[in-house]
């Protein structure tokens, strides 16, 4: 492969963390409102499962398209995560600390 096609890929690669970050994330609402906040939080890590083995295996099958699954995977569970996690530490947050909690969870991501 030349230099140009490895650049191409490599930005492929690292690019496709976003399309899955979207879509987990446009997803996440409805399935926090069809399986309950705390059954989709624990469901969405299962994609990040999915992509740990996905781009753990790619090096032993030496094949970049399992990596760029993995990244893509890792991306939607990524996606889940942001809009789940404040979901759910509202909900459980008392009333009077909601307010901070909702703050501080955004100011750390």
């Not at 096609?5 to 970050?21: C, E, M, R, V």
Request: aromatic share 12%.
């Amino acid at each position: 492969m030349d230099d140009y096609t490895i650049t191409f890929l490599w930005s492929l690669t690292t690019a496709l963390f976003l399309p899955g970050g979207m879509i987990g994330a446009f997803s996440a609402g409805y399935l926090a409102d069809k399986v309950g906040r705390k059954r989709a939080v624990l469901i969405s890590h299962i994609p990040c499962f999915l992509g740990a083995i996905l781009s753990t295996i790619c090096v032993a099958a030496k094949t970049p398209e399992l990596l760029m699954a993995g990244r893509f995977f890792t991306g939607l569970a990524c996606g889940f995560a942001t809009q789940l996690a404040p979901m759910y530490l509202l909900e459980i947050t008392p009333f009077n600390l909601k307010g901070a909690f909702g703050t501080l969870n955004q100011l750390f991501i």
